[in-house]
Structures are given as C-alpha cells and as structure tokens.
C-alpha cells in the first residue's frame, strides 16, 4: 500500500526564515505529488501540484516543491516565511496503481514567530 | 461558486446515538471522497466515489460507517452506533477527475463531531 511520511510533526521558526517540509512517499511507479495547506480555522486548500514536467513547482504564496524520483521525495520550501503562513501543511500522494485515491502524509504544523 | 458545503458544522451526540454527515459537493465534480481528521492519525481516506459509485472503501473502520451518493449533489456519511474514538472532524471534498492537468480536492468546512 502507498504511503505518505512526513518528517516534522512541529516546526517553530521566526519570520524571514526558511522553511523546509519534508515529503516521502512509498510508491515507485507513476505518482501525481500535491501539497494541501490548512490555515488556522479554515479548510484545506491546494497549494501547489505536480504531474509532469519540470520536476521543481511554483505554488501560491511563494511556496514551490521539488520531485526527486530517485529519492521518492516531494520537499516543499519557501525561502522567506511570513507569520500569515502559520499553518499545518499536508503532502498528499496519488498514484493510479493505487486506484487513484489520494493519500495524505501526516502533516506539519508550522508556527511562525512574528 | 458556493464550494463543496457540508453540515453539520458541529455535532454533539452521545454514545450509541446515529450521526449522519451530509455534503454536497461543487457542481460539475464526478469525484466525491470522506476524510476524517484526527490528532493521532491525521487526515485519512474513509470512502471515495467516482460518477456516485464508491470506488474504494477500505477506509472505512467498521461496518458501523457507512457511506452513501444517491446522486451527483449529495452524499451521507452515516455513522451507527456512534462510539467516542469516532470523535473528529469529518471532511468531505469533490474534485472534478476528468481532466487530470486541473484535477486539485476542494474542501469543504468539515463536521466536528464529539461523541460523548
């Protein structure tokens, strides 16, 4: 069975910072690679995808993502954090082998100091 | 676009009682998929459907969860009796799987339910 780890539970930085999110997945074969962001109080949202193509993904709010095949990794970054991306963050993995269902990692929750 | 609506947005029950969750997915979306969401396990897949058909449900956790689309605009998530580990919020989103380049989950509010 597929299955999605992520390696932070908590992540607590100060604005300005970097921000690195882990993201491995199980699966060897064709996969589509999301991360879903859940702000306080809100619902879950996409924040960025990959499917195909070049293998480093630009998001929304500055976030992009980087697929390493070989590393079976899907890590997401933002150069410069902004106490509004307090959140918890979900990688979520799709395969059709699996039966195209998606499957979440556990999530990180990022804390962000003003 | 009133996106993917589910209500309750809270329920509190009591041990044994039933708890159907109701969601009606955004218009157009051939997908419709139940997560529950708790401290311990995260997000977790209970059932999904594709054209009203459940497609995979070995997310559900007993045969006290079952999971209803009798048409393209609504689905029940029904829970019966209800237990206290069933205590979490229940998130039902749509997608619309056609087209795999805009294929993204849209959310909706999720139920919180306490079981008592």
């Known amino acids: 069975a597929q299955s999605v780890s992520q390696h932070n539970h908590h992540v607590i930085l100060s604005e300005a910072a970097s921000l690195e999110l882990g993201c491995n997945y199980s699966?060897?074969?064709?996969?589509?690679l999301f991360w879903y962001v859940q702000y306080p109080g809100q619902h879950l949202q996409l924040l960025l995808k990959y499917f195909s193509g070049d293998p480093l993904v630009k998001g929304i709010k500055g976030f992009e993502a980087e697929f390493i095949k070989s590393k079976f990794s899907f890590n997401l970054r933002k150069p410069s954090v902004q106490w509004s991306d307090t959140a918890e963050y979900f990688c979520?993995?799709?395969?059709?082998?699996?039966?195209?269902?998606?499957?979440f990692g556990g999530g990180t929750r990022v804390l962000v100091k003003p | 676009d009133a996106g993917v609506i589910q209500s309750p947005r809270h329920e509190v029950t009591e041990m044994g009682q039933e708890v159907t969750l109701r969601c009606k997915p955004i218009s157009g979306h051939n997908s419709l998929f139940w997560y529950r969401q708790t401290m311990m396990r995260g997000l977790e897949l209970l059932i999904y459907?594709?054209?009203?058909?459940?497609?995979?449900d070995s997310g559900m956790p007993e045969d006290r969860f079952s999971a209803k689309m009798p048409n393209a605009s609504f689905s029940t998530l029904k829970i019966q009796p209800s237990e206290p580990r069933d205590s979490a919020v229940y998130f039902c989103?749509?997608?619309?799987?056609?087209?795999?380049?805009?294929?993204?989950?849209?959310f909706g509010s999720g139920t919180q339910l306490s079981v008592l």
């Open positions: 699966y060897g074969g064709t996969v589509n």
């Open positions: 979520a993995v799709k395969s059709k082998a699996a039966g195209n269902k998606l499957t």
């Open positions: 459907f594709n054209n009203n058909v459940p497609i995979d």
């Open positions: 989103a749509s997608s619309d799987s056609k087209t795999e380049a805009n294929e993204k989950l849209f």
